[in-house]
């Protein structure tokens, strides 16, 4: 590759370039100076550098209450691209400031499970800590790292009640109608027994993340679609910080009505015939039916209007003496 240098320091020139994306030592090679005169000096010069490791990450975090068993089973998958792993604990801590409740040593990498007791509406953290090297010889390494912290809170009822389902447009004007594709924010009230926060809201099928914006109220944002016309919007489920989903079965829904895209003229033409004739073509269209009636004017620069003639969507065609 070339690079562009620039002075520095007395004879010291220097270039930058961007860090390989694979950790572990690199080596790379100065093999030819151009200078600005067009003069080229072949050398042959190398250099190791080390790409420093990434740390392991948490991936496809599950947690499912025993309810039965007071207990939760924690499950994870811990990725190690880098293979920069060196050990790590898992801890439950209570929210309270009692203490830790819970900890167990995590060995290897891969898949992760762990059930661990817990007492009912108690608020717990549920943490993954690591400690893992830089660089390849172990000489920089990073010590009870948290790589993942999640609310834990186990509760046969969470008792939610979800209110005031509002829709505006975006800017925040308070209106039912839209326009096709048209950005729609939508808010609501979500309370529960719990002090968890709601993180995430199922509508229609499609999860949306969600925006705190007072106590207790979240708000975020939708597109209207392609499609006009009446549409129900239906908040389906609610998702919990700590990962627990609440389906909502009543008053969850709200209509917003899409407008029909405005009718719009393409591909007009206009010439004089050599029998002195003008013609004239064009493109009515009108994707969604909203035409109801349309008039073609020819009119002179003045704005006299010397024609008025009923048009249809579709191609049209037309000839004046």
């Not at 790292?145 to 009640?161: A, S």
């Not at 594709?181 to 499609?206: C, H, P, W, Y």
């Not at 705190?212 to 708000?219: L, R, S």
């Amino acid at each position: 590759m070339e690079l562009t240098v620039e002075h520095w320091q007395d004879q010291t020139w220097k270039t930058t370039t961007v860090a390989p994306v694979k950790a572990g030592e690199q080596k790379f090679t100065l093999s030819q100076l151009v200078f600005a005169d067009g003069t080229i000096v072949n050398v042959s010069h190398d250099l190791s550098v080390e790409v420093m490791k990434s740390a392991p990450t948490v991936k496809d975090y599950a947690a499912q209450d025993i309810l039965e068993k007071d207990q939760v089973k924690f499950r994870f998958d811990l990725t190690d691209e880098d293979q920069s792993f060196l050990f790590g604990r898992i801890q439950l801590v209570s929210s309270d400031g009692t203490g830790t409740a819970a900890e167990q040593a995590i060995t290897q990498t891969g898949t992760q499970e762990f059930t661990l007791d817990v007492e009912e509406r108690r608020e717990y953290v549920f943490r993954v800590l690591l400690s893992w090297k830089k660089t390849e010889d172990g000489s920089s390494q990073v010590t009870d790292d948290i790589v993942l912290e999640k609310t834990v809170y186990m509760t046969q009822d969470y008792g939610l009640n979800l209110s005031e389902i509002k829709i505006s447009a975006a800017d925040g004007t308070n209106t039912v109608y839209y326009e096709l594709d048209s950005t729609v924010k939508i808010s609501f009230r979500a309370e529960t027994v719990t002090s968890l926060a709601a993180v995430q809201v199922k509508m229609n099928g499609r999860m949306y993340d969600l925006k705190p914006v007072a106590q207790n109220v979240y708000a975020f944002m939708a597109k209207t679609g392609l499609q006009p016309g009446v549409k129900e919007l239906t908040l389906e489920k609610i998702e919990m910080e700590n990962g627990k989903a609440l389906s909502v079965e009543s008053e969850n829904s709200v209509l917003l009505e899409v407008l029909k895209a405005v009718p719009k003229v393409e591909g007009f033409t206009s010439e004089q015939t050599t029998q002195d004739q003008l013609k004239v073509q064009f493109v009515l269209h009108d994707a969604d039916g909203a035409l109801e009636s349309a008039q073609m004017q020819i009119a002179e620069e003045g704005g006299n209007v010397l024609l008025t003639k009923a048009v249809y969507a579709g191609k049209m065609k037309w000839w004046q003496n």
